[in-house]
């Protein structure tokens, strides 16, 4: 069994539409996969549909952005009822916040001498004021070569004291949270290893309010962790007794660190959070 339970498609940041996103992960050997695009359940029908037809076990997924102390953290929902309602409104009003968002990040990049940036980034979002990201920006910076590549944007623009940076209020911890166990979903604390915590301490506590709030697993294996991270984040569920959850985060070919479906097996020892579905 191949799985894959972190990928985005065009409904988000992504780069391949859903279906075409399922047909890549067919390709390469994907047995199950869920789609968990960015405060999105858009895609997952399409996706779906594809899933199908390729005979692929589909998860419907998705990951919420959360604002923690001074931290975007995401949080990715597995196996959800895409029709839940406070789910789906509390999704709404994040996207509603994307567009001003934009705006201001636009401002700023226009404020050191790039015009343009919120007309391109809504290009690369197929028009879409709820689906606009840093990501989108970040393509349109290349496409102006201002960078080699959406991972080199981040270097000089988009983050925290460099232009184009805007910080912004999401969803709280134990929002999303809620919205993911009242859908029947499983909470999935995704890509610890990303987060810069500033205070001592700051990833335990993150691990320990997850917890209380109702959170279930962790991503161990995927495309933002390293080999060391594995077991690191491993010895992570063991201690907190969390089930263990695997995922590329592939975003688009040329932009990911990992393809879809090319996700390295669970380190032994893990309880791995399919099995409730399996």
């Known amino acids: 069994m191949t799985v894959d339970f972190h990928c985005h498609s065009t409904a988000s940041d992504g780069g391949l539409a859903p279906?075409?996103?399922?047909?890549?992960?067919?390709?390469?050997?994907?047995t199950q996969l869920a789609l968990t695009d960015h405060d999105q359940l858009a895609g997952l029908a399409e996706a779906r549909s594809r899933a199908d037809e390729l005979g692929i076990k589909f998860i419907n997924g998705v990951e919420i952005s959360v604002s923690w102390r001074d931290l975007t953290v995401h949080i990715v929902g597995l196996n959800i009822d895409i029709h839940h309602a406070p789910l789906v409104n509390?999704?709404?009003?994040?996207?509603?916040?994307?567009?001003a968002r934009a705006l201001e990040?636009?401002?700023?990049?226009?404020?050191?001498?790039?015009?343009?940036a919120f007309e391109g980034a809504l290009a690369h979002a197929n028009g879409r004021l709820d689906l606009l990201s840093r990501t989108h920006f970040a393509r349109f910076l290349v496409q102006k070569k201002k960078a080699f590549n959406v991972r080199a944007v981040f270097m000089d623009y988009l983050v925290a004291g460099k232009p184009g940076f805007v910080e912004h209020r999401w969803s709280c911890l134990?929002?999303?949270?809620?919205?993911?166990?009242?859908?029947?979903?499983?909470?999935?604390?995704?890509?610890?290893?990303?987060?810069?915590?500033?205070?001592?301490?700051?990833?335990?506590?993150?691990?320990?309010?997850?917890?209380?709030?109702?959170?279930?697993?962790?991503?161990?294996?995927?495309?933002?962790?390293?080999?060391?991270?594995?077991?690191?984040?491993?010895?992570?569920?063991?201690?907190?007794?969390?089930?263990?959850?695997?995922?590329?985060?592939?975003?688009?070919?040329?932009?990911?660190?990992?393809?879809?479906?090319?996700?390295?097996?669970?380190?032994?020892?893990?309880?791995?959070?399919?099995?409730?579905?399996?």
């Open 105 to 116: 990040m636009s401002a700023q990049l226009e404020a050191v001498g790039i015009q343009g």
């Open 174 to 278: 134990d929002d999303a949270v809620t919205w993911i166990r009242g859908a029947g979903g499983i909470p999935v604390l995704a890509h610890p290893g990303r987060y810069t915590h500033t205070e001592e301490g700051g990833e335990s506590d993150l691990f320990e309010q997850f917890i209380q709030a109702g959170g279930q697993a962790v991503e161990v294996v995927t495309g933002s962790h390293s080999k060391k991270q594995y077991r690191f984040y491993a010895e992570k569920a063991q201690q907190y007794g969390l089930l263990a959850s695997a995922g590329s985060d592939f975003h688009a070919k040329d932009e990911s660190k990992m393809d879809i479906g090319k996700v390295p097996p669970l380190p032994a020892g893990l309880t791995p959070v399919w099995s409730l579905w399996s």
């Open 90 to 99: 509390g999704l709404q009003k994040m996207a509603n916040s994307r567009h």
């Open 19 to 30: 279906a075409a996103l399922v047909t890549r992960a067919f390709s390469n050997g994907v």
